[in-house]
Antibody, heavy 122, light 109 residues
């Protein structure tokens, strides 16, 4: 079965750090770009970051201002999101989402994980 | 940063046709924005419907179609069913970054 499974969410104090993971299975992970997308409670979707298949091309949403770092380990079929200096407004469900294959510019965004909840609160 | 705008809400009757649009603050939406469309129902992860303007996924019902219309990306639902009631989001490629629209709440009434 083709799937993405996120983990690592939880409750963290403002200013703290958290590392999210996303485990892929059922498809050639190393051939696809992967994205992180988040959704605050009761709000819309917000694209967070993307990493291409070989980690050479990485993008972040401007709103993150250098606090988040995306990475991947193709040997482990895994994606990561290191989140530092967390704020209350980072509270959201974080989804990992399959992008495009190889060097294609367009994203499929076809496979979504179930999401992991991050709550930033004192 | 680019702002992507969708209709906040639309209402359609069962069996009817409705078009949702997706506009960019930087100008006309083109195929180079590779528009994606998603459907989300409460308590569920989003489900992809359309990629790269007008391409359907294998699970996308035939009544959903994507296009470019008047400088915007568009999602048209023809022969709407009650189960199409949901929130719909567009996503645009913006020179590397991606930007979601604010979503359209579609009511089938």
């Amino acid at each position: 079965e083709v799937q993405l499974v996120e983990s690592g969410g939880g409750l963290v104090r403002p200013g703290g750090s958290l590392r999210l993971s996303c485990a892929a299975s059922g498809f050639p992970f190393s051939s696809y770009s992967i994205n992180w997308v988040r959704q605050a409670p009761g709000k819309g979707l917000e694209w967070v970051s993307s990493i291409n298949y070989n980690s050479n091309i990485i993008y972040y949403a401007d709103s993150l201002k250098g606090r988040f770092t995306i990475s991947r380990d193709n040997a482990k079929d895994s994606l990561y999101l290191q989140m530092n200096s967390l704020r209350a407004e980072d509270t959201a469900v974080y989804f990992c989402v399959r992008g495009g294959s190889g060097a294609t510019k367009y994203d499929l965004f076809d496979i979504w994980g179930q999401g992991t909840m991050v709550t930033v609160s004192s | 940063q680019t702002v992507v705008t969708q209709e906040p809400s639309l209402t359609v009757s069962p069996g009817g046709t409705v078009t949702l649009t997706c506009a960019s603050s930087t100008g006309a939406v083109t195929s180079g924005h590779y528009p994606n469309w998603f459907q989300q129902k409460p308590g569920h992860a989003p489900r992809a419907l359309i990629y790269s303007t007008d391409n359907k996924h294998s699970w996308t019902p035939a009544r959903f179609s994507g296009s470019l219309l008047g400088g915007k990306a568009a999602l048209t639902l023809s022969g709407v069913k009650p189960e199409d009631e949901a929130e719909y989001y567009c996503l645009l490629y913006d020179g590397g970054t991606r930007v979601f629209g604010g979503g359209t709440k579609l009511t089938v009434l």
